[in-house]
């Protein structure tokens, strides 16, 4: 009997057959269907970096919207939606969007908040009756960007199915609180289940009735809907994993393994909707044109929220910061809010360029949000890896300079540089992950040099001289790979790594 996976964590089941030959299979014919997709117009160089990308990541199918200056320039279907039947991704298809369901409520809060029926610096026992006493001080604005402190109804091996919400709803409200609310970011679906509490309360209906009249129906979605697995909608795509449990840990699979998502009714503010990458792109139209909150409320709706020590916090590097609903990009340049589903789907807006990325796919692990960057580079020059995009700001300037004289330059540059300034400096792990950047970007020698740099300014750094130990392997300079990986293995005895090539190149 099959059985319901976690919203927010991904569990797979039933092993394909056949698959020595029938994986090679599926990939061929995601293939075909890329180029079916296409047919109508020449593969572009978008096309051309999914198709790599899809093939990178193995990725069954992918749809793709942009939208440049409020008009979609570019939609795309790749792939195969369902694998076993060898059907392929259309523009009809459906696709399971994860926690960008909490977006939609981020919009839906601020129309209430528009009305005059909602404060989201209130406590939320303005609004709901009988929480626990340590619950009630906590505002709205903190459920919303998940600094709370309340207790995770969803632990690491709980689901909440619709047999089971209210037991689940029970038991939470007996745990004790994770830290005072506003000291701590921490991602937590509680949260968003007393969100939809809130809306329901104050807009007297189902929040997803009300998102279905706010939002659905003004921008005209008639394939976007809240649901889970057991919804039979028309042109939905299958989603899959590549992970499975063995022995209470996850572990990478060979092969695509089927996904079953569940959502509890009172959980699908957290998690519950699937939509088309066409949809989306005009529900993103008609909230950057005020069709569905006024113009003043975006800056409010994408405002990340702040801890107690007054700093933002999010993810990870990337996604940084978290607003009311939506992930936000906090960056010098091209900053984004950037929200994200399951692993599997994102999208980006660029607000101060005028552009936004819709990218669904049905792959758990995807994580197209550590692409999408890359494909705006299509339509924003200046966002190209080439160009140093993405590096912190010292090292993008420094990586300037190095286009235009040679990487062999680099030392000599920074010399100069901290002549110039004595604070000037180059974190060591920030310049690791710059060569291997480059190294992505099959800029093997210039890669090399930034090794090389590495050690220069960190010259007891075990890890700095493993790198380059590794760049000289990858160049087949077997003599400088052993000289570098031994100074290695002698800084840190303990790098297991070091020690096995060592053995292996005797």
């Not at 745990?175 to 701590?184: I, Q, R, T, V």
């Not at 910061?321 to 340049?333: D, F, I, K, N, S």
């Not at 760049?471 to 087949?476: F, I, P, V």
């Amino acid at each position: 009997m099959s059985q319901p996976i976690n919203p927010t964590r991904p569990t797979n089941r039933h092993r394909l057959p056949l698959f020595v030959w029938g994986f090679m299979l599926v990939f061929l014919l995601a293939g075909t269907c890329f180029q079916r997709a296409e047919a109508q117009t020449p593969a572009d160089s978008v096309d051309l970096f999914l198709a790599a990308k899809m093939r990178q990541l193995r990725i069954p199918g992918l749809q793709l919207a942009v939208i440049q200056h409020g008009q979609v320039v570019k939609l795309g279907q790749y792939g195969l939606a369902n694998i076993q039947d060898s059907i392929p991704v259309s523009r009809k298809s459906r696709f399971t969007i994860n926690s960008i369901t909490k977006a939609f409520v981020g919009v839906a809060v601020m129309q209430l908040v528009e009305a005059g029926k909602l404060d989201v610096a209130a406590p939320i026992s303005r609004y709901l009756t009988g929480l626990p006493a340590a619950w009630q001080p906590v505002t709205v604005r903190q459920l919303l960007t998940h600094t709370s402190g309340l207790p995770e109804i969803m632990g690491d091996d709980d689901m909440v199915t619709e047999a089971n919400e209210n037991a689940a709803w029970a038991n939470v409200q007996q745990k004790p609180m994770e830290f005072a609310p506003g000291e701590k970011f921490s991602y937590n679906q509680t949260n968003y289940l007393l969100v939809g509490k809130i809306i329901d309360q104050l807009s007297g209906q189902p929040f997803a009735t009300f998102i279905q009249k706010r939002q659905l129906n003004v921008v005209g979605m008639p394939r976007t809907a809240l649901g889970d697995s057991h919804d039979v909608l028309p042109n939905t795509t299958r989603g899959y994993s590549y992970s499975k449990v063995v022995n209470g840990e996850w572990q990478r699979s060979r092969e695509p393994r089927n996904l079953f998502e569940v959502y509890a009714p009172s959980m699908r503010t957290a998690s519950g909707m699937t939509s088309t990458a066409e949809e989306m792109a005009h529900w993103l139209i008609a909230l950057q044109q005020g069709k569905l909150l006024k113009p003043a409320s975006l800056p409010v709706l994408w405002a990340p929220g702040l801890l107690t020590n007054g700093r933002p916090q999010g993810f990870n590097r990337l996604q940084n910061g978290y607003a009311l609903g939506w992930p936000t990009v906090l960056r010098p340049e091209h900053r984004a809010v950037a929200p994200t589903g399951g692993g599997r789907s994102a999208l980006f807006i660029y607000p101060e360029d005028d552009l936004a990325i819709v990218v669904l796919t049905n792959l758990m692990g995807a994580n197209p949000d550590m692409f999408i960057d890359e494909i705006a580079g299509y339509y924003l020059p200046d966002m190209r890896p080439a160009t140093g995009f993405g590096l912190p700001p010292t090292i993008r300037a420094l990586h300037t300079q190095l286009r235009k004289r040679g990487f062999n330059q680099a030392e000599t540059l920074v010399k100069q540089a901290r002549k110039k300034s004595p604070t000037y400096q180059l974190p060591e792990t920030e310049v690791n992950a710059w060569g291997y950047s480059l190294l992505k970007l099959a800029q093997p020698q210039n890669a090399l040099e930034i090794f090389k740099l590495n050690v220069s300014l960190y010259p007891q750094s075990a890890n700095a001289y493993d790198s380059l130990g590794e760049m000289y392997a990858e160049m087949g300079n077997r003599e400088l790979a052993r000289k570098n990986y031994q100074r290695s293995l002698a800084l840190n005895p303990k790098n297991t790594g070091a020690a096995e090539y060592l053995k292996k190149s005797l």
